[in-house]
Structure formats: structure tokens, C-alpha cells
């Protein structure tokens, strides 16, 4: 549209694109969830939401976090709550309370985040 492209024209380029695996929703929703887990220590729950709003469809959203290794994902978890309990001040219920909260806002699921406090000793 911004190049004042035909639509006929328009239309045949993007499934040329499509056709050679150029514009792929499963390759985008793989390099999403891997990425945004890589850089950022994101949470699936966190990236559901990200691929959701780029209208990723279920399957591939579901194919994105098996991107995502189990083992590496608890292990940055661990890490995360680890680091957080350290920074933050107060008593010990206050301080479960705002690693509780930061890592909520990674986007990690609840449960996960009750099981790495307990194994770190911090319940």
C-alpha cells in the first residue's frame, strides 16, 4: 500500500512470500517465544499474550513454546527469584510478596513461582 502497489499486484507478492515460507506464522511464533525467553526472561504466560496480539492462532502459539525448554525454563525462573528475593527489603513475608509480584509480571504461572520459592528455601 505505502509503495502504490495494484492490489492484483500487491496480492501476488504476498503470496509469493507466503509460498516461499517468507511470511510464516509458525517461524514467527517459534522466533517470538524463543526469543522474547532468550533476551528477556519472559514467561509463557507472557508470551501467550504477546502472540495472541499479533492474532497468532492456538496451534502455533502452542508450537512457539516448544521452543522453550522445561529445564531452562525453571532454571531461569530459579534464577529470576533468586536475584529478586536479594534486591528486594523488608520482612520475609513482604519480600515473598514482590518476588511474587515481579515474577507474576514475567508473565510465569503461579504455581511454578510457589515451587521455586519453597525449593530456594523462601516459603
Known sequence: MEW???????????????????????????????GKFRMKQWGRLKIIQGLRG?????????SGLEEIPEEAYKEALLKQADKKWRLSTGNALQRKGSVMRYLLSKGYEQELIYQALHSLGKD
Open 4 to 34: 502504490a502497489c495494484p492490489p492484483s499486484l500487491a496480492e501476488e507478492i504476498i503470496s509469493r512470500l507466503i509460498g516461499e515460507g517468507f511470511v510464516n506464522e509458525e517461524r514467527f511464533a517459534k522466533a517470538y517465544a524463543g
Open 54 to 62: 499479533h492474532q497468532i492462532t492456538p496451534r502455533n502459539i502452542q
